[in-house]
Nanobody, 126 residues
Framework: QVQLMESGGGSVQAGGSLRLSCVVS???????MGWFRQIAGKGREGVAF???????DYADSVKGRITISHGNIKNTLVLEMNSLKPEDTAMYYC?????????????????????WGQGTQVTVTS
């Protein structure tokens, strides 16, 4: 059974940085992992994705400011967020799937991911 556990959220001033981590317990067979965020009252959006072959994809709104990476030893998905803006304020969720036709922001809109974490809140103050 696959379980995801996020950590690292918090409150930071605009321009600051945060590092989110997601520990993946269980085997997703080199599938697709990613981060979503949901602003209160709005739909969920894909932020960044990491495929089993090491390829990555980012939402246009975060390109150049956010980096997704994966640690094989600890099977941890990391989201490094820099130059944070108030509009980045949201609940951030880690998600994983054993297979996706496209492990990208666009692909994330086609069908639900199978495994989800509980979420971690990120608040950016101006």
């Amino acid at each position: 059974q696959v379980q995801l556990m996020e950590s690292g959220g918090g409150s930071v001033q605009a321009g600051g940085s945060l590092r989110l981590s997601c520990v993946v317990s269980g085997d997703i067979n080199g599938g697709c992992m990613g981060w979503f965020r949901q602003i209160a009252g709005k739909g969920r959006e894909g932020v960044a994705f990491y495929d089993g072959d090491g390829s990555t994809d980012y939402a246009d709104s975060v390109k150049g400011r956010i980096t997704i990476s994966h640690g094989n030893i600890k099977n941890t998905l990391v989201l490094e967020m820099n130059s944070l803006k108030p509009e980045d304020t949201a609940m951030y969720y880690c998600a994983a799937d054993t297979f996706r036709w496209s492990c990208t922001v666009a692909g994330s809109r086609r069908g639900e991911f199978t495994y989800w974490g509980q979420g971690t809140q990120v608040t950016v103050t101006s």
